[in-house]
């Protein structure tokens, strides 16, 4: 018995120096961890709200509203907002926005800023807007202004399509 023992106690210590000789030494390597992001810019959520100018009397002057477009952009990307002339310009260009009502039409303009002296337009780098991204949702105003209301009494509309270049 203690010849059994004895062997068994020999096999697990040759067991064990071939196990700690077995992890003796190592090798290493070394790699990258990447990511790539992309520069993206959205100006839909949440969505515009309207240039509202309201119930105006025929005799009213320089009427003005304001509506709101919110741009979220990759933080440090670059952007320019453009509006285009609208719907009913007819190739006039921003300089002949109009809200339609059938063949009637009222001028209006919209501007980059509160005191309405900077029209807002589509030519880049000349008058659309820039700014740069965040990462989080910018709000930025759109101001708006009807010279005269002395137009037909009805309810005129028109479509204005904001665009991010980035």
Not at 120 to 137: E, Q, Y
Request: aromatic share 6%; proline share 4%; glycine share 8%.
């Amino acid at each position: 018995m203690n010849i059994i023992k004895s062997l068994v106690a020999v096999s697990a210590l040759a067991c064990a120096a071939l196990s700690s000789a077995a992890y003796a030494q190592s090798a290493s390597t070394t790699f990258d961890v990447t990511i790539t992001i992309t520069s993206t810019c959205s100006i839909d959520a949440p969505a515009a709200t309207d240039v509202d100018f309201g119930t105006n009397a025929s005799t009213e002057t320089d009427i003005d509203a304001a509506g709101q477009l919110n741009v979220n952009c990759t933080p440090g990307t670059d952007y320019d907002i453009a509006l285009n002339e609208g719907l009913n310009a007819a190739g006039g260009g921003i300089t002949a926005r109009a809200m339609a009502n059938g063949a009637d039409l009222v001028p209006y303009q919209l501007y980059q800023d509160a005191g309405r002296s900077v029209v807002w337009g589509d030519t880049l780098d000349t008058n659309t807007l820039a700014g740069t991204g965040t990462g989080a949702v910018q709000a930025l105003p759109v101001y708006g202004r009807v010279p005269s209301a002395s137009f037909p009494a009805a309810t005129y509309v028109d479509t204005v399509t904001a665009t991010v270049t980035y």
